[in-house]
Nanobody, 124 residues
Framework: QVQLVESGGGLVQAGGSVRLSCAAS????????MGWYRQAPGKQRELVAS??????TNYGDSVKGRFTIARDVKNTVYLVMNNLRPEDTAVYYC???????????????????WGQGTLVTVSS
C-alpha cells in the first residue's frame, strides 16, 4: 500500500507564495503520475497540476503561469504556488497512481492513492 504525506500550506496574503510537498512511501511500488488536486468549499475537486514519469506535465487553466510542479527521484512531489489569489483558497490533495507489489496476491496491482489534504488560505 502506498501512503502520501503532505506538508506546507497555511495562510498567505494575495500575491504571496507557498510551497507544498508530498512524499510517497510504502513497499515496492512504481509511480506513474503524481499530482495535486484542490477542492474549494462548495466546489468539485479539480486538477491543479500533474507530472508523469515520461516528463509530461499538465496544469489546470487557472494556475498556468503561476504554479509549478516538480518531482524528485525519491517520489516526492512539490507544488510551488506564486502570485496567489483568494480564489486559490482550497484544500489541496496530493495524488499518485501507478503499480505496487501486493504481497498477499504476490502480484503487481494498480493503485490510486490520496493524501489527507492540506489547507491553503489566501487572504485579500
Amino acid at each position: 500500500q502506498v501512503q502520501l504525506v503532505e506538508s506546507g500550506g497555511g495562510l498567505v496574503q494575495a500575491g504571496g507564495s507557498v510551497r507544498l510537498s508530498c512524499a510517497a512511501s510504502g513497499n515496492t511500488f512504481n509511480i506513474v503520475v503524481m499530482g495535486w488536486y484542490r477542492q474549494a468549499p462548495g466546489k468539485q475537486r479539480e486538477l491543479v497540476a500533474s507530472d508523469s514519469t515520461d516528463g509530461y506535465t499538465n496544469y489546470g487553466d487557472s494556475v498556468k503561469g503561476r504554479f509549478t510542479i516538480a518531482r524528485d527521484v525519491k517520489n516526492t512531489v512539490y507544488l510551488v504556488m506564486n502570485n496567489l489569489r483568494p480564489e486559490d483558497t482550497a484544500v489541496y490533495y496530493c495524488n499518485a497512481n501507478g503499480t505496487a507489489y501486493n504481497t498477499n496476491y504476490r502480484a503487481w496491482r494498480g493503485f490510486n492513492a490520496w493524501g489527507q489534504g492540506t489547507l491553503v488560505t489566501v487572504s485579500s
